[in-house]
């Protein structure tokens, strides 16, 4: 059978030949040509070809005006287009020049992008739920900044007031904030599994706007009697890892801490609760949890987190205020219900809020190293000014008009700037590759960040910015120059006179100074983060490795828990190669939360804004922390549930309750009806994270504290993690076959994860710093050798009139640093203008830092002074060969 | 009379060459099998316009049997006797200038 061409192309070719008598002849040369080519290379190739054939014919017939009814006369657009194809033609005639301008266009474009990706869902992306603008989160208010969870959770039983009265919400619904501080047993799927479950209120995800991809959503009656029974629904991951992604798992059973829990659903891939909630926090299932009001049994305190969906046309300023006249009703109803307050900001504002800051931050040194891009390649554009003069000289002489020179001139830009844009691409690539994985960052939303076609097309806009501005002030030179002089003046441009110089030095002073405004956003995040790391967190996070225990049997007691604990932590203490052990219910910089407190004997003004961070400690646990009694003793196996209740305070919770007193035998309550006796003091551990101060905190034994039950084991040993993970492992089940042990980590993994959204940070700009720094180096260079070839003959003649080499070299020496500290100058300026948006993000080190400001000063001067030492070298050189040859 | 370009004194000769069959295509495969260079089919169709414009070249369309062209017919190209008068012209100045440059000119 004959190959038949694509109809499509056939048809555009016929229709472009309409008017030409030649016409059919034509189509039939093409089809002749793409049947042979068919035989020979195959259909499919033919047909690429014939499609290449015709667009090039009937191209090239429309550049001509040749196109049946096209307008003979040369249209604009075909004007353009054959600008365009000369342009071309001249990029690939000297490729070298613009491959490193594409390049550097790159760099800057690149950095840009991969910030214009990280922002994405921070800034304008919409979260991913049904109309996320409706979405408000509700937490009580803070006042120090410095909330520990408690603080910020609101009351189970404001929930249920607030559905009750409220008019603002159509919805609103929330879930347990502490749910990480509880893990699931999986049992009877081969090794036992530990789980996370958030829990959360049966309407939650009706308020997300987030349906089960398989299965069905929580009910009322899911949350309402036996709660350790009730049914699970399946995130997608868990789905995909535990299930191999089959649908009928829905309506099967699984195993969890003994009770058989039914699935009702399966969670889409695109609602990632951990992700967007509790960034860092691994989440596999979702359970219902119970709202209920005041007092009922089953009553759940401080521990929600609220989300509301707005009624339609409801402000968030008309939902607050109708929020507070609810609350103020409820504290004049009930006299001394507390926790009665509630905080309302957007959902989007609640989760990149925080981030905004550092966003900032690396928008403003994106754009630093943008302009610093224009400036480089500006400059480069003005040396290489005088040959392109020659040329474009003896167009304008044979006629050509400026406005089509100059269009040729940005056009070929453009095509830089579009080859720019694909290297700044794959740049931004690499970038983004720096950011570590979501589970090791506190910041949610990570997995969403990639650079997709909206990345692209902001890539290609930016870099055909760049390239065009930087390219517009040499094209104007290079066409308005004088084609009497230029011509005249052989291949390469004279002397080109005192006001390029200007332009070019002005320039050079324009990138210090931004070079300089861009080093010392990246020294003062340096020092930063060096101070964090020089913060003593007051533990030892080095040799120490963590597991969570849940254990599998049920206790009756909390001396019950603590026996049992006791047998697990002395067979592990028994392995070879530990050196201690201990058991806290949640480690530092992981969960958070916080209890109110009285003192017996102080008056209790103020009792809510007292809060102290609770740690169920067992006796083994601070020296295996390394954490120091700074007075009193310790915790013993014999504080047991039988006798006194103890409780140790940290150093800045005792100055703060107890002044300069010694705080040793005093009596505190916490909730319960028993009076806490501080038996010690222990050295501050910065819980929240190396920037957040101590606080308040208070460690209770295990035996007098019930149910927690679900701990934190940490090891501390010298040896390698797998080896001691696998020994410990082996330890622990031996007293418990069926407690989950695989996962541990160490915890330095969880000082590193603390420090990770400054570390990344950090690592993008200095990223742009070095190319900051490369490009302005390579921007002096550039200028001064350019100078200094274009001046030899002023040289040689003021040589010869008597000035040594050394005078030579000095005077342009003396040059470079005159330039290099006024740029350094307007960059301190600039610095310093900068302060408001880098206060956030400092520590330890003031906006206005002077070491770091002398720091960049000495290094950019000395960049610039090296930089000039080849072209200053060159200068003196040539001007002792003339004194040799005359 | 019309001036010649390099490029038209080959495409003209190359028409001479075809003997019955002076069409575009086999023009184009004897351009580029023997004059050691790439010829797009734009710039032959454009040149063939241009040598009709001045007088060259004249084509007629015929009815072809060659089964590839799917019915099309064929441009047969004839060279008019200015094309032939331009044509021994070009050849005079070449051999004006190649005079007396055997040795150069000829390999060795």
Avoid at chain 1, 51 to 66: A, D, F, I, N, P
Avoid at chain 1, 754 to 781: C, I, K, M, N, Q
Avoid at chain 1, 792 to 814: K, Q, Y
Avoid at chain 2, 66 to 75: D, K, L, S
Wanted: aromatic share 8%; proline share 5%.
């Amino acid at each position: 059978m004959t190959p038949r061409p694509p109809a499509r192309a056939t048809q555009i070719l016929e229709r472009s030949l309409r008017d030409d008598p030649a016409g059919p002849a034509i189509v039939g040369d093409v089809l002749e040509d793409f049947v042979r080519r068919a035989r020979d290379h195959g259909e499919a190739s033919a047909r690429r070809w014939y499609w290449q054939e015709v667009l090039r014919l009937v191209g090239r017939r429309w550049l001509r005006g040749h196109v049946a009814g096209a307008d003979p006369r040369p249209s604009r657009w075909r004007a353009f287009a054959t600008d365009a194809v000369h342009a071309s033609r001249t990029i690939r005639r000297s490729p070298g020049p613009a491959l490193f301008t594409a390049t550097v266009i790159g760099l800057g474009v690149g950095g840009a992008t991969a910030v214009f990706s990280v922002m994405k869902p921070f800034v304008w992306a919409p979260l991913p739920f049904e109309d996320p603008h409706e979405l408000v989160w509700i937490q009580n208010e803070v006042e120090d900044g410095e909330g520990s969870l408690s603080a910020l959770t609101v009351r189970s039983a404001n929930l249920y007031d607030l559905r009750a009265r409220g008019r603002s919400f159509e919805a609103l619904s929330g879930f347990n904030a502490f749910f990480d501080h509880a893990a699931y047993t999986l049992t009877g799927r081969g090794e036992p599994v530990r789980m996370a479950g958030a829990d959360v209120a049966h309407d939650f995800l009706d308020v997300l706007g987030v349906r089960p991809m398989y299965g069905r959503s929580f009910r009322p009656e899911d949350s309402q009697g036996d709660i350790g029974a009730a049914p699970v629904l399946l995130t997608h991951g868990l789905w995909t890892r535990l299930f191999g992604g089959d649908p009928a798992v829905v309506g099967s059973t699984l195993a969890l801490d003994g009770a058989s829990r039914e699935i009702i659903g399966v969670l889409p891939a695109s609602f990632d609760f951990s992700s967007v909630f509790s960034p860092g926090i691994s989440v596999d299932l979702l359970l219902p949890f119970p709202v209920i009001a005041d007092g009922d049994p089953g009553f759940q305190g401080n521990t929600l987190y609220l989300v509301g969906r707005l009624s339609p046309g409801v402000t968030v300023e008309a939902a607050q205020s109708e929020t507070d006249a609810i609350l103020n009703a409820l504290g004049e109803e009930t006299p001394g219900r507390w926790g009665l307050d509630a905080a309302l900001v957007p959902l989007a504002e609640y989760i990149g809020g925080p981030f905004r800051p550092t966003l900032f931050a690396l928008v403003g040194a994106a754009g630093l190293l943008l302009a610093i891009v224009c400036i480089n390649l500006s400059n480069l554009a003005l040396a290489r000014a005088p040959r392109r003069a020659r040329e474009v000289a003896v167009r304008k002489a044979l006629g050509a008009p400026r406005s089509r020179l100059i269009r040729e001139l940005l056009l070929e830009s453009v095509g830089v700037g579009i080859v720019g844009a694909l290297i700044g691409t794959a740049v931004a690539w690499a970038l983004i590759g720096l950011a570590p994985r979501a589970a090791d960052m506190n910041v949610p939303l990570l997995d969403t960040i990639t650079i997709d076609g909206g990345a692209l097309a902001f890539a290609i806009v930016l870099a055909v910015l760049t390239s065009s501005i930087a390219s517009t002030l040499p094209a104007l030179r290079v066409v308005d120059g004088s084609e009497a002089g230029t011509l005249r003046s052989g291949s390469r441009g004279q002397s080109s006179g005192r006001r390029e110089r200007k332009t070019r030095e002005a320039l050079i002073v324009a990138e210090v100074s931004f070079a300089f405004a861009l080093l010392v956003v990246c020294g003062l995040l340096g020092r930063s983060f060096a101070h964090v790391l020089d913060v003593d967190l007051g533990f030892e996070s080095s040799d120490a490795i963590a597991w969570q225990l849940a254990p599998s049997i049920p206790f009756e007691t909390a001396q019950a828990a603590a026996d049992h604990f006791d047998a697990l932590t002395d067979r592990v203490r028994e392995v070879s190669g530990v050196e201690a052990v201990g058991l806290v219910d949640a480690l530092p910089l992981g969960r958070n939360r916080a209890w109110p407190f009285s003192v017996i004997g102080q008056p209790e003004q103020a009792e809510e804004r007292r809060q102290a961070f609770p740690h169920i400690v067992d006796a083994g646990y601070l020296r295996a922390m390394h954490i120091e009694i700074a007075e009193g003793r310790d915790f013993a196996r014999s504080d047991a549930e039988a006798t006194d209740r103890v409780v140790i305070l940290n150093e800045s919770g005792a100055r703060q309750v107890f002044g300069t007193q010694s705080p040793i035998g005093e009596k505190m309550k916490f909730f319960g009806p028993w009076e806490w006796e501080v038996v010690g003091v222990a050295r501050d551990v910065r819980h929240v994270g190396p920037e957040t101060s101590a606080g308040i905190q208070a460690y209770f034994p295990i035996a007098q504290m019930r149910g927690f039950h679900t701990l934190d084991l940490v090891v501390r040993t010298s040896l390698d993690h797998t080896v001691a993970a696998a020994r410990v492992g082996e330890a622990l089940q031996v007293v418990d076959p069926s407690m989950p042990v695989r996962e541990t980590w160490t915890l330095e993994s969880t000082v590193d994860r603390s420090l990770s959204t400054r570390r990344f940070t950090l690592s993008v700009l200095l990223a742009f710093g070095v190319a900051a720094l490369l490009l302005a180096g390579l921007g002096v260079y550039g200028v001064l050798a350019y100078s200094v070839a274009e001046r030899e003959t002023e040289m040689r003649i003021r040589m010869a009139l008597g000035a040594t080499a050394a005078a030579v070299a000095t005077s342009l020496f003396g040059r470079t640093a005159f330039l290099a500290s006024v740029g350094i100058a307007l960059g301190a300026g600039a610095a310093a203008s900068l302060r408001g948006v880098l206060e956030p993000l400092l520590f330890g080190v003031r906006a206005l830092d002077p070491v770091t400001f002398g720091g960049i000063a000495l290094l950019l001067m000395a960049l610039a002074l090296l930089a000039a030492a080849g072209p200053a070298g060159r200068a003196a050189k040539s001007g002792s060969a003339l004194g040799a040859t005359e | 009379m019309a001036k010649l370009g390099e490029f038209e004194l080959l495409v003209l000769l190359s028409v001479l060459r075809q003997g019955d069959t002076p069409y575009a295509n086999r023009v184009r495969e004897d351009l580029e099998a023997h004059a050691r260079r790439r010829v797009t089919r734009g710039a032959l169709y454009g040149t063939l316009d241009r040598l009709t414009e001045k007088g060259f070249l004249e084509w007629t369309l015929d009815a072809s049997n060659v089964p590839e062209r799917g019915g099309h017919p064929m441009r047969r190209l004839t060279v008019t006797p200015d094309g032939l008068a331009a044509i021994r012209s070009a050849r005079e100045v070449l051999d004006t200038f190649f005079g007396g440059l055997d040795q150069l000119t000829e390999g060795a």
